[in-house]
């Protein structure tokens, strides 16, 4: 079936380093990409929402780029702060149904 | 967005017995999914539930190790059956809002089986 390969599994970063996220997936016909951040005992939060169209998106604090080329998508959290310690999943979906990523588990040191 | 409300938030069982996991969403929501994780890991899609028909199972999952209802656009019911320490884990329901392609998430409903 479709996968999705995400790197690293594992993250630590000084408070105000930058964190990066990246998965590379593997179904040609994926058109919808999110990212998910799941905090310790919580359920996921909708990060963000990208179309296939878009390259480039901006949030609060972090950017996400997709390379349709790579099939490459990567969360770049810019200066971190404790608060972004959490788990975070990418997906992406063809169809109605997810692909999820293994996670990544970010600790942002103080 | 679609709210989605799970019952219970956690529970505690004895092997061999069965639990049920309700979710309830704040509007009509054509297809319900639930999810399991286990700790440390990733989400796994167990089955898609969409109403007035039986749900779909997803590889290493069956409807009778985990029938699930969907009676109406608002509410499915997940049930595991015959439950073992290895279906210790935390189940999540998620649906999407109307023609969107992002998945809303439940609380999850931690399992513990003794």
């Known amino acids: 079936g479709e996968q999705v390969e995400q790197r690293p599994p594992h993250l630590s970063v000084r408070e105000g380093d930058s964190a990066v996220i990246t998965c590379t997936y593997t179904?040609?016909?994926?058109?919808?990409f999110f990212w998910y951040k799941q905090e310790p005992g919580a359920s996921l939060q909708l990060l963000m929402k990208?179309?296939?169209?878009?390259e480039i998106n901006e949030g609060q604090g972090f950017t996400v780029l997709l390379n349709k080329k790579d099939k490459r998508l990567s969360l770049n959290l810019t200066a971190a702060h404790p608060g972004d310690s959490a788990a975070y999943f990418c997906?992406?979906?063809?169809?109605?149904?997810?692909?999820f990523g293994a996670g990544t588990r970010l600790k942002v040191i103080a | 967005s679609v709210l989605l409300y799970q019952k219970p938030n956690r529970d505690i069982c004895q092997s061999g017995t069965s639990l049920k996991i309700q979710c309830v969403a704040d509007?009509?929501?054509?297809?319900m999914f639930w999810y399991q994780q286990f700790q440390e890991q990733s989400l796994m899609l167990m089955a898609t539930?969409?109403?007035?028909?039986?749900?779909?199972?997803e590889s290493g999952f069956t409807k009778d190790k985990f029938p699930i209802s969907r009676p109406n656009l608002t509410f499915s019911t997940l049930t595991v059956n015959n439950a073992r320490p290895g279906d210790s884990s935390i189940y999540f329901c998620?649906?999407?809002?109307?023609?969107?392609?992002?998945?809303?998430f439940g609380p999850g409903t931690r399992l513990t089986v003794l």
């Open positions: 997906a992406n979906t063809g169809n109605y149904k997810y692909v």
């Open positions: 179904d040609p016909n994926s058109y919808y």
């Open positions: 990208v179309f296939s169209s878009t």
């Open positions: 509007s009509q929501v054509v297809s």
């Open positions: 539930a969409n109403e007035g028909s039986e749900a779909t199972y």
């Open positions: 998620s649906s999407r809002e109307g023609g969107g392609a992002e998945q809303f």
